[in-house]
């Protein structure tokens, strides 16, 4: 029992120990990878636990009745005085045992519940990952379809106004020869016109002009 005794100082001088060390202190029971800081010292585990831990411990019919202390240093000052209270013998170091391999079981049933629950995410990320891949492709296909529709669609437009300037140019072509054959035809006819009021007014100039002479130069036309 001295054994025992000496034992268990030397076991919560090494508790206080690392309890008191400098930096940020990391959950002993936690199984799935990660490094949650610690929260609490669990007199009866000999853990430090996290904040999940902790209330994981706080809610578990096995471990509700287990004391902790935070790690402020006016609260594991209590340590020593705790864990005497709690009479650490032979039965009672059994039963420690027997609790650390509860809690390790406890905590590796939580790590399956998490794996097979990530396992569910994974699917569920997978199928969507699928989904959304389908739906990319689609969108893929349904812009290529725009693209062929707006090149079809700018073809037929450049074709479409192509035959309408070809038809206009000839339209326009006609409209100016048309106009072309009229503007001759006025022009000649107003020629010819004139050509012929230029005659009579020649012929209206002789005639005056053999008048004049006549009326001067005739006798019996100057008494009358």
């Not at 032979?90 to 650390?100: A, D, T």
């Not at 073809?155 to 006609?174: A, C, G, P, S, V």
């Not at 035809?185 to 002789?206: F, P």
């Amino acid at each position: 029992m001295l054994y025992l005794h000496l034992g268990f100082e030397v076991e919560v001088a090494g508790y206080i120990s690392k309890i008191g060390s400098d930096g940020v202190k990391s959950c002993d029971a936690c199984i799935d990878g990660n490094t949650r800081p610690a929260v609490v010292f669990c007199c009866t585990c000999h853990y430090l636990l996290c904040k999940l831990c902790r209330d994981y411990h706080k809610r578990n019919k096995i471990f509700y009745h287990h004391q902790t202390v935070g790690l402020d240093k006016e609260s594991f000052k209590l340590l020593p005085s705790i864990m005497n209270q709690m009479n650490i013998s032979v039965p009672n170091l059994i039963m420690r045992k027997k609790v650390e391999i509860l809690l390790i079981a406890e905590m590796c049933n939580i790590t399956m519940v998490h794996s097979e629950a990530m396992r569910e995410a994974l699917v569920c990320a997978q199928e969507v990952n699928s989904k959304l891949t389908r739906a990319i492709d689609a969108n893929d296909r349904m812009a290529e379809q725009v693209e062929t529709s707006r090149e079809n669609a700018t073809l037929i437009i450049t074709q479409i106004f192509e035959q309408l300037h070809q038809t206009i140019e000839e339209r326009k072509k006609t409209l100016l020869s048309v106009m072309e054959s009229i503007s001759l035809s006025k022009i000649a006819a107003l020629t010819l016109q004139k050509e012929e009021w230029v005659k009579m007014q020649d012929e209206i100039g002789r005639y005056t002009e053999m008048t004049s002479h006549i009326l001067q130069t005739h006798p019996l036309i100057m008494r009358w």
